[in-house]
């Protein structure tokens, strides 16, 4: 099958990881829209535009299915997408529900991040007036971090001190909170971060590993047997003719080992950070 999947940036590529752990053997096209990143800031009316000749593209690619692997865009999208084409695409949404369930028997809160689009868009408060029954869920914007992410910039002061400030203003501490929501692709490069300021037993629950899956139902793959074993990506020819993929930048191509070679090091990071 060949499957396209696609963000505003490089927050995408921990869903495109996930899949080649679960399904090495399909084709993939990875389209990153860089020149509009990130959308988290942007109109309705620019992400659904955005988004929109994502799509097309997609399909004049003949791809089978279309994961959106942004949270962003599916929120303002998917529906949308979705009624104009024919294909399955799939969305994604802040992984309250496994957070929720995980956290039943805990009277600690729930810590939700995203960006500012996620969480004033209408699918947000649906999905937590669904599965958030008793109201253990709080909403944290944070704007700037995607920026952080496209930088490569995962470890300096900088970012650290833009997380901790995020925090300290709604008074996020391992006494109040159990569990962090990664609710944007580009929030899993800052796993070690999270743990370092909020603590080692704070649970971090990304959307991934379920959005995969359901790809997989989708298309009816057969998951790999040892999904889980660690990939290292050594090269920047692994991550093309190794698991079939594609990368395109908002339309063009990129097939030098060199601009390649960003995207290697982020799978690396995602392998890196992926079961902290
Ligand atoms: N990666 C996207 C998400 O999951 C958002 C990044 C952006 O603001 O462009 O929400």
Redesign the pocket.
């Known amino acids: 099958m060949r499957i396209g999947i696609f963000?505003?940036?490089?927050?995408?590529l921990s869903v495109l990881n996930e899949a080649y752990h679960r399904f090495p053997d399909e084709e993939y096209i990875f389209y990153a829209?860089t020149r509009?990143?990130?959308?988290?800031?942007?109109t309705e009316e620019e992400i659904k535009g955005f988004t929109d000749e994502i799509v097309k593209f997609l399909i004049g690619k003949k791809v089978d299915a279309i994961v959106i692997?942004?949270?962003?865009?599916?929120?303002v999208s998917v529906e949308m997408l979705r009624e104009k084409y024919d294909l399955p695409i799939l969305g994604?949404e802040p992984a309250v529900k496994p957070a929720v369930e995980n956290a039943e028997d805990c009277d600690k809160r729930i810590l939700v991040m995203?960006?500012?689009?996620?969480i004033r868009e209408k699918k947000l408060a649906n999905l937590l007036m669904r599965v958030d029954v008793k109201h253990r869920a709080d909403l944290l914007a944070m704007?700037e971090l995607?920026g952080f992410?496209e930088r490569e910039d995962y470890e300096s002061d900088a970012v650290k001190n833009y997380i901790r400030k995020q925090f300290s203003e709604i008074g996020a501490t391992e006494e109040k909170y159990s569990t962090l929501v990664l609710?944007?692709?580009?929030?899993n490069y800052f796993k070690p971060l999270y743990r370092e300021i909020l603590g080692e037993k704070m649970l971090l629950v990304d959307g991934n590993y379920g959005t995969v899956h359901h790809l997989g139902d989708v298309l009816g793959l057969n998951i790999k047997k040892d999904a889980d074993s660690k990939i290292i990506f050594n090269q920047p020819q692994d991550i093309v003719v190794g698991y079939h993929t594609s990368y395109y930048e908002s339309g063009d191509e990129i097939t030098d080992n060199n601009r390649l070679s960003k995207y290697l090091r982020m799978l690396n990071r995602l392998e890196f950070v992926r079961n902290i």
């Open positions: 963000d505003s940036g490089i927050g995408g829209d509009h990143v990130p959308y988290g800031l942007k692997a942004c949270n962003t865009a599916t929120s994604m995203a960006t500012p689009v996620t704007p995607v992410a609710g944007c692709t580009h929030f």
